[in-house]
């Protein structure tokens, strides 16, 4: 599936997975909120649910548990927050993704759920999204709660603080994208290779702790010649965009305008109407990253390599990963986490105080 659509509501931001732990994501418009599974995590096994071709999922009863605090909400599902009762009282709040039931009916919309579902039962990395519970009689996935924000929201504060993200920062996160990318490029869903095809700074979540997660499979999918667009246009490759090809390369590239945008503190591509932003996209050609700002040259050469607009021009994501960790030195997660949790503080708390009953 891909996002939600239709108008937000709640947080425009979400959790994030730790190490070893799992992240649910909602796309709300172009938002994200998240729900993550932190190391521990152990749902009620009132048995196992089994979709065809997924991995085994622990079963839970969304009606149970709920409804709680929506924290996003759009056409197609809701995510909601429950406590820390629904994990047993173990301390850990779920996030529940639950689709609009009158959605499911529709063959089209249930098989692209069960394919997100499938895809997420089986991303299992510290960086990737990852299911921990199934629903089966509401088709709903639970995880546990984190607390972060999306890297769009995170420049939306900067922005409203009149401060640009630092580059140590920036290179933190990219550098944590790259690590759930290579994984997700080669086999680590079902045994076969997986283009996220959705890479934006909504579906990059920075948790307090510093680390950053890709979130969102809805829009994923083997590589292929011909496939429909189902990402953001502002962060969509031009053979995406113009020719529906899917490959490794459109994720690099994506994640190239990123990192253009999350270090001059500027949008690139996106134009006041979805019409103009894809034909500009389509288009392609972005700026040198350092024009005017002398002190992101060490970074210019690996953001123009994964902004080049034939894909076959553009390094893999292993090889983008080691080229960015020696272009620029990264922050340490203790102060990326610093500043999530500064800049971000009143959203955190508002969370906090929603779920508290």
């Known amino acids: 599936m891909g996002g939600l659509g239709g108008r937000r509501r709640g947080s425009a931001g979400g959790g994030l997975a730790d190490d070893g732990g799992s992240v649910v994501v909602v796309r709300c418009g172009h938002a994200c909120a998240v729900g993550a599974a932190q190391n521990g995590f152990a749902p009620r096994r009132e048995g196992v649910q089994f979709l065809p071709g997924m991995a085994p999922l622990p079963r839970f009863d969304a009606a149970a548990i709920g409804p709680g605090v929506t924290l996003a909400s759009g056409a197609s599902a809701r995510v909601w927050l429950a406590g820390p009762a629904a994990s047993g009282g173990g301390g850990a709040r779920w996030a529940v993704k639950e689709p609009h039931a009158h959605l499911l009916a529709e063959p089209a919309f ?4 069960r394919d997100e579902v499938r895809r997420s039962a089986g991303a299992r990395h ?13 088709a709903a ?3 546990a709660y984190v607390e972060g924000v999306s890297l769009a929201a995170l ?4 922005r409203a603080r009149g401060e640009r993200l630092p580059a140590g920062l920036v290179v933190r996160v990219l550098l944590d994208a790259l690590s759930a990318l290579e994984a997700l490029h080669g086999s680590l869903v079902d ?3 997986l283009v996220h095809g959705d890479l934006g700074p909504r579906n990059l979540i920075v948790d307090v702790a510093g680390r950053a997660s ?5 829009a994923a999918g083997p590589p292929a010649e011909r496939a429909p667009f189902r990402g953001s246009a502002a962060y969509g490759s031009p053979e995406a965009l113009a020719r529906g090809e899917r490959s490794p390369a459109l994720d690099v590239y994506g994640l190239g305008v990123v990192a253009w945008e ?20 389509a288009e392609g050609g972005a700026g040198p990253l350092d024009a005017g700002r002398p002190e992101l040259a060490p970074l ?10 034939e894909p076959r021009d553009r390094p893999s994501a292993a090889s983008a990963r080691a080229a960015l960790a020696g272009a620029h030195p990264a922050w340490h997660r203790a102060r990326v986490g610093a500043v999530v949790s500064s800049w971000a503080a009143g959203e955190l708390a508002r969370r906090q105080g929603a779920g508290a009953s």
């Open 262 to 281: 999350a270090l001059r503190g500027e949008r690139l591509f996106r134009r006041a109407t979805e019409a103009a932003t894809l034909a500009r996209a």
């Open 141 to 143: 996935l639970a995880l």
């Open 110 to 113: 249930r098989d692209g759920w």
């Open 214 to 218: 890709v979130c969102d499979l809805g």
């Open 126 to 138: 510290p960086h990737l999204v990852a299911a921990l519970a199934y629903d089966p009689a509401r």
């Open 300 to 309: 210019a050469p690996w953001v123009a390599a994964a902004l080049r607009p």
């Open 155 to 158: 420049l939306d504060l900067g």
């Open 191 to 193: 045994g076969q290779a």
